[in-house]
């Protein structure tokens, strides 16, 4: 059983587009929402995260959506950037950061300069 | 900035082998993961490791599978017999716990041949 679902796999933006990536989830006692970037040869690497008491957040040009009703959350990336080219998991965990991750498959994204 | 890190960054090695896989994850953290990553794919848990023994596991993490903290700096993973499929990217982790999110190593890639 797939608990995050991600889409899409692959995306391709032009420089200063707007990135959307999007998650789904089952498990309606996640309670921590976090997206990671992961560059090639290396570890994921925290980027934003969200709990489900707010529907938005933001860090710069990164956004996280969320939509509890509809257990949905996404990634948007505004002015994106060639630097921006990773790709990018969605995860989510319940109870605590303690415990384990659930990934979605990744989306993998190229920005055109 | 803190890292978690982890050696050796690649490793072959022959099927029935056995592997240990190395990490140092940040000094004031208190919890410990163990996650694969085969190629393209998502990343999958394996292990959680708090207080000197294992939290959870999953459905990959079977007997041939084994954690250790042997002192105060080190985790490690153990595969007594490598397979053909357990060829992946082998990423270590570490939190604090509490509301902080997961600090993820570099990485070990291990082949089996």
């Known amino acids: 059983q797939q608990q995050v679902k991600q889409s899409p796999q692959s995306l391709i933006v032009q420089k200063g587009g707007i990135s959307i990536i999007n998650c789904a989830y089952e498990?309606?006692?996640?309670?921590?929402f976090p997206w990671y970037q992961q560059f090639p040869g290396k570890g994921p690497a925290l980027l934003i995260a969200?709990?489900?008491?707010?529907s938005e957040k933001k860090e710069g040009r990164f956004t996280i959506s969320f939509n509890k009703s509809a257990k949905q959350f996404s990634l948007h990336i505004m002015d994106s950037q060639p630097g921006d080219s990773a790709t990018y998991f969605c995860?989510?965990?319940?109870?605590?950061?303690?415990?384990?991750?659930?990934f979605g498959r990744g989306t993998q994204l190229t920005v055109w300069p | 900035e803190p890292e978690v890190t982890q050696t050796p960054s690649h490793q072959v090695t022959q099927m029935g082998q056995e592997v240990i896989l190395r990490c140092v994850p940040i000094?004031?953290?208190?919890?410990f993961y163990w996650y694969r990553q085969i190629l393209g794919q998502k990343v999958e848990f394996l292990v959680s490791?708090?207080?000197?023994?294992?939290?959870?596991k999953s459905e990959i993490f079977d007997d041939q599978f084994s954690v250790e903290r042997p002192d105060g700096s080190n985790f490690t993973l153990k595969i007594r017999s490598t397979k053909l499929e357990d060829s992946a990217m082998y990423f270590c982790?570490?939190?604090?716990?509490?509301?902080?999110?997961?600090?993820f190593g570099s990485g070990t890639r291990l082949t089996v041949v």
């Open positions: 969200i709990r489900p008491d707010v």
């Open positions: 498990n309606t006692a996640f309670d921590y």
């Open positions: 995860a989510a965990n319940g109870g605590s950061t303690l415990g384990r991750l659930y």
């Open positions: 982790a570490s939190s604090q716990g509490g509301n902080y999110g997961y600090t």
């Open positions: 000094s004031n953290h208190l919890y």
């Open positions: 490791f708090y207080n000197n023994e294992i939290s959870e």
